[in-house]
């Protein structure tokens, strides 16, 4: 599976999809990094059929108005991502 991990997720997330055999990218790896606006990054998670991992309710807004982008939404009270393997 292809993701796409926003700015607020740390890049070790990424990192470590990718060792489990997906295929992840961070917002930092973008020419405008963690600066890129919510609407290129769901630019490019539809250029390159990847799933936002967001923790930003703007992407929930965005999907239940356009249905873009495909969304896994991630709440900090249940995912203690810094607890996750380095």
Known sequence: ???????????????????????ARHT???????RT????????????????VSKDDDFVQSFLITGQPSLLLISPAISPIRNWRS
């Open 1 to 23: 599976m292809n993701f796409l991990i926003d700015a607020q997720l740390p890049r070790r997330f990424a990192v470590w999809l990718n060792e489990a055999g997906h295929d």
């Open 28 to 34: 930092l790896d973008l020419p405008l990094g963690n």
């Open 37 to 52: 606006p919510d609407s290129e990054v769901i630019a490019c998670a539809m250029r390159e059929a990847r799933v936002v």
